[in-house]
């Protein structure tokens, strides 16, 4: 009796006539003394390769891998797989009858190691600890699903968990990010300064209209003052004009002669001397 966990297939290998087509699912099977039942696992599996003891890394299976500029890194990495179930035997095949326990830990582990050193050496230091970061990661994903399905195993996620580098490196990139904060905060500062002036310019303007609108309503305004008050002048100067001509026009050489006479006391003007001329009162 052979027992195929959950999650798990078995190929069997039959001593005499090599691999049967036919692929044990999880259960208990009747199984021949000359067959072997080797177990893939098509459930997805975690797998690490960190400083410390975690999963299947109970040692420090961390590793050095190279940038485009020359410097060493030190990472942890984990990943997660699985093996096609719809080519399980081919894969069988392939790795000569090893189990997939025994896949992992020749093959699939020390390929992880390989061609992430081929991903880190296409990005320099400085993005790795920058913004390219998960763009990192995610070439290394691309990049792990294409290197190992040819293989028949299945890369679910591969990602960077930690990325350390030497101490003198470390500084210089920290004096850099230093200086691109800075800069980042000067030009976040100029933009201010130019926003805080394009502000005060709209508010001059706005109070400039404000003022000269003001200006414009007050000087209609004393226009129309002016030009009542030089009416009212006209209408007056034509009605005294009018009162006076028709004065004028009632003022006979009679009436002229009445109003004297009207106006005078009776009194004779006392004269002294020859010369002086006798008034005529009138007839």
Not at 102 to 110: A, E, L, M, R, W
Not at 232 to 241: C, M, S, Y
Not at 259 to 283: A, D, L
């Amino acid at each position: 009796m052979e027992r195929v966990p959950a999650g798990y297939v078995g190929v069997v290998y039959n001593f005499s006539g090599g691999i049967s087509d036919q692929v044990l699912t999880q259960g208990w099977h009747f199984v021949s003394p000359t067959k072997k039942v080797t177990t893939y696992s098509v459930g997805i599996e975690q797998s690490y390769l960190t400083s410390e003891d975690k999963g299947d890394s109970p040692k420090d299976e961390s590793f050095s891998t190279p940038t485009s500029d020359g410097k060493s890194l030190t990472v942890d990495l984990e990943f997660s797989y699985k093996f096609d179930p719809d080519r399980i035997t081919k894969t069988f095949t392939m790795f000569k009858v090893q189990s997939g326990e025994t896949v992992k830990n020749t093959f699939i582990k020390p390929k992880m190691r390989a061609w992430t050193q081929e991903v880190t050496a296409k990005f320099p230091v400085t993005d790795v600890f920058g913004d390219k970061r998960q763009e990192l990661n995610e070439a290394l994903d691309v990049y792990m699903k294409q290197k190992f399905e040819p293989y028949g195993i299945i890369i679910d996620t591969a990602n960077f968990t930690n990325i350390v580098t030497d101490s003198e490196t470390s500084a210089a990139i920290q004096r850099k990010v230093t200086a691109q904060q800075e800069l980042e905060l000067a030009n976040i500062e100029a933009k201010t300064a130019k926003v805080q002036a394009d502000k005060d310019k709209e508010v001059a303007l706005i109070a400039a209209e404000q003022e000269k609108e003001k200006a414009t309503i007050e000087a209609e305004q004393k226009k129309i003052q002016a030009e009542g008050e030089a009416e009212a002048t006209r209408i007056k100067a034509e009605a005294e004009a009018e009162a006076n001509k028709k004065i004028a026009e009632s003022l006979t050489p009679e009436l002229i002669e009445k109003q004297k006479i009207e106006k005078w006391s009776g009194e004779v003007p006392q004269v002294q001397g020859s010369n002086t001329p006798i008034v005529s009162i009138g007839e």
